[in-house]
């Protein structure tokens, strides 16, 4: 087995320095140690190839790694996008350390450099990388998925320029959170979130609380939020801002399930269910299709969180959903103001959901995707962390060695913590 791992990582090394000249210097002081996935719930951490370290290139000791929902995603299903791993990989792509080697052209970086590891190596050729959007290169290699190699290990190696520095006031505990923060700068682009707006976000997990505090951050008017876990609610009225000392989020709602509220449960659907009523009013009812009605709670509940939360109907700038739970879609479009935004930031558990087209139409909602991050945003990450206008520290809950690192992603599927970090030098 370790052949076919220490093959396979190899291969994957490779690929992540596709770009670089077979005749670069090795770096040859021993082995690595890393997180590998074998299959669905089953990480082995064994020894594996040193990285290369490039003539253009930072040879990294980690210190620190978050896991997050996209690693869960891989851990749990044992797989990538719904097809199960073909060969073992390296997990990890929210990662920092320590410089220990650069390469013979490097003049950027010294050993003993504290960087972020920027996850992503674009192809820099293509169309989009052309047109300035490299997050969606054509030929996107990103650590932790199929073709590269993950973070999660003691070394690592990658070009300079995608491993910016980091200030002696970032704590190594934050600095395994900028992956996620920049991912939030850039939520902040695709949003357009700006001073004086009204925002929601759907979900309190690492990445809604991490876009309330960037949204605080950019000076937002009110910042409203849900989840459906009484523990996340709890925990994000509590954050507060190191700007101004009270909560970041101005009001956190806890969402009640759909099936019991208004819209009626799953046997009021059909007139024959065993919960169908003789009223002729319920009758009626059940001859609405479920989307429709499911729309009609969505707008009856957005409003009376706007009306809890003091905000003027048609004043909801931006919706940031994190959840990719229909619902939450739904009530999405319903909070947004006409002519708002709403961003679908989430991955839900299905490749498809309902969304509210008529009113999608007629509000001209801009609804919007978003994929990894831009050039700019680690330093930008950076550089919130450095002036010390967003605070992470409150949302990391745990830590593991990389020895126990199957531990610490079985911590993250108990869903008990928020922010787990991995210790890659233990
Ligand atoms: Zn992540
Ligand atoms: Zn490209």
């Known amino acids: 087995m370790r052949v076919t791992v220490v093959t396979a990582i190899r291969n994957s090394l490779r690929a992540f320095n596709k770009i670089k000249p077979q005749s670069a210097m ?3 002081s ?15 951490v064994q020894e594996c190839p040193m990285p ?3 003539p253009d290139g930072v040879l990294v000791e980690v210190i620190s790694t978050g896991i997050c929902g ?16 073909t060969e073992p990989i390296v997990l990890g792509h929210e990662s920092a350390g320590e410089v220990i080697a650069v390469g013979g052209m490097v003049t950027s970086h010294q050993v003993g450099d504290r960087v972020a590891i920027e996850p992503g190596l674009p192809c820099r050729r293509c169309r989009n990388c052309k047109d300035g959007r490299s997050n969606i290169c054509l030929d996107l290699t990103y650590c932790g998925m199929p073709g590269s190699v993950g973070s999660l290990s003691r070394y690592f190696a990658l070009p300079a320029d995608m491993a910016p520095k980091i200030p002696a006031s970032i704590s190594w505990d934050e600095a395994g959170c900028i992956q996620p923060l920049a991912i939030g700068v850039q939520i902040g682009k695709r949003g357009d979130l700006r001073a004086h707006q009204n925002i929601a976000i759907f979900g309190c997990s690492p990445i809604g609380l991490i876009t309330a505090a960037i949204a605080r951050a950019y000076s937002a008017s009110e910042i409203i939020a849900s989840d459906n ?9 509590t954050y507060l801002s190191p700007l ?3 909560p970041i989020i101005n009001h956190v709602f806890l969402s009640e399930p759909l099936s019991t509220s208004s819209v009626g449960n799953e046997e009021r659907q059909t007139t024959s269910g065993p919960g169908a009523s003789a009223g002729d009013n319920d009758a009626d009812k059940a001859e609405v299709p479920i989307g429709d009605r499911k729309w009609e709670w969505a707008e009856r509940l957005a409003a009376g969180y706007l009306r809890e939360a003091g905000i003027d109907k048609e004043s909801l700038d931006r919706v940031v959903e994190t959840t990719g739970v229909e619902d939450c879609l739904m009530l999405s479009v319903a909070l947004a103001k006409q002519g708002g935004t709403v961003l679908a930031v989430g991955l839900g558990p299905h490749q498809t959901a309902a969304i509210p087209t008529i009113a999608l139409n007629s509000k001209e909602i801009d609804f919007k995707g ?5 050039p700019s945003c680690f330093p930008d990450a950076i550089d919130l962390l450095a002036r010390g206008v967003v605070d992470l520290e409150p949302l990391i809950s745990v830590s593991f060695p990389l020895s126990q690192a199957q531990d610490a992603f079985e911590a993250v599927a108990s869903g008990k913590y928020l922010k787990v970090l991995i210790k890659n030098q233990e």
């Open 244 to 246: 101004t000392g009270k």
């Open 229 to 237: 876990s009484p523990e996340r609610v709890e925990f994000a009225r």
């Open 52 to 54: 290369s370290l490039q």
């Open 70 to 85: 996209t690693d869960m995603h891989s851990y749990l299903s044992g797989g990538f996008g719904g097809q199960a791993i």
């Open 26 to 28: 090795e770096w040859n």
């Open 30 to 44: 021993g082995e690595n140690t890393a997180a590998v996935l074998l299959g669905r719930r089953n990480i082995a």
């Open 370 to 374: 978003i994929m990894h991050y831009t």
